[in-house]
């Protein structure tokens, strides 16, 4: 105790000593720290690849909420500067979803997801010091869809898909943390919305639980992440 008394007189010393000269001197303190780190002059790069890793979250319809876990999401995708921060690209995601112990006892099935779209977006610097990038984006394009592992209870018996094809759109955000001009790593945030509803008597899911009857509303779910931000071959500066 004695030990952690003395450690703790020494941080607060260490803490006021701190405030005291930030206090004293806050001009001298402002100016050294721009001059160790101007501001970086905003840079727009005529090609940049994108990469994510999320996890998906269902959040609709209840069914599908109530059947599947999210395990992962892996996002690649290309975009071309249109003009200072507005760009058009191509992206493509590979995704998994499982029927786990916990959701549905007894059943070990999947989900895989493989979509293919077109992209529009803008980014943005957000920092006076242009060190973040603030990327928006939306992507309209076509989701294939397979289901693995599904069986009924009734020998003989097979699910009625599996699998199906559809139409799907995705907003997303992105926060990208500049390590360099050209290169930046931060969060990633996308809700995805495929054009079909989920339904679990499709798949024989009503003979290992219960579901009730209105599975109205397309399939949805949240993915959170991280994300990685690469420009090449620069264009405008600003």
Same mark, same amino acid.
């Given at each position: 105790?004695?030990?952690?008394c003395?450690?703790l007189l020494?941080?607060?010393f260490?803490?006021v000593?701190?405030t ?9 303190f402002?100016?050294?720290?721009a001059?160790e780190?101007p501001p ?6 005529l090609f940049?690849?994108?990469?994510s890793?999320?996890v998906?979250h269902p959040?609709?319809n209840k069914?599908?909420?109530k059947?599947f876990?999210?395990i992962?999401?892996?996002?690649a995708?290309?975009?071309l500067m249109?003009?200072?921060g ?7 995601k ?7 112990? /916990?959701?549905?006892p ?5 989900m895989?997801? /493989? ?7 803008s980014d ?5 010091k242009n060190?973040m990038?603030?990327?928006a984006?939306?992507s309209?394009?076509?989701? /294939?869809?397979?289901?693995?592992s599904?069986?009924s209870?009734?020998?003989n018996e097979?699910?009625?898909?599996s699998?199906?094809?559809s ?8 926060l990208f943390?500049l390590?360099e001009?050209n ?5 990633t945030?996308?809700?995805?919305i495929?054009?079909r509803?989920f339904?679990p008597y499709?798949l ?16 949805r ?6 994300g ?5 071959s620069?264009?405008t500066k600003?």
């Amino acid at each position: 105790m004695r030990t952690y008394c003395i450690y703790l007189l020494l941080l607060l010393f260490v803490l006021v000593s701190h405030t005291s000269i930030a206090q004293d001197e806050p001009d001298q303190f402002e100016t050294k720290i721009a001059e160790e780190s101007p501001p970086r002059q905003k840079q727009y790069y005529l090609f940049s690849p994108r990469v994510s890793v999320t996890v998906p979250h269902p959040i609709g319809n209840k069914s599908f909420k109530k059947s599947f876990v999210g395990i992962y999401e892996v996002n690649a995708g290309l975009n071309l500067m249109l003009y200072k921060g507005l760009f058009a690209g191509v992206t493509f995601k590979n995704g998994l979803l499982k029927i786990t112990e /916990n959701k549905i006892p007894d059943l070990n099935a999947d989900m895989a997801i /493989n979509n293919a779209a077109l992209k529009l977006g803008s980014d943005f610097y957000v920092n006076s010091k242009n060190t973040m990038l603030l990327s928006a984006a939306v992507s309209i394009g076509q989701n /294939n869809t397979k289901y693995s592992s599904f069986k009924s209870k009734t020998l003989n018996e097979k699910p009625l898909i599996s699998g199906f094809r559809s139409s799907y759109i995705e907003p997303e955000v992105n926060l990208f943390f500049l390590t360099e001009a050209n290169f930046g790593i931060g969060a990633t945030l996308t809700y995805s919305i495929i054009k079909r509803n989920f339904d679990p008597y499709e798949l024989c899911l009503d003979e290992w639980s219960q579901f009730g009857k209105d599975n109205s509303g397309p399939i949805r779910y949240l993915s959170f992440g991280f994300g990685f931000y690469y420009g090449f071959s620069k264009k405008t500066k600003k």
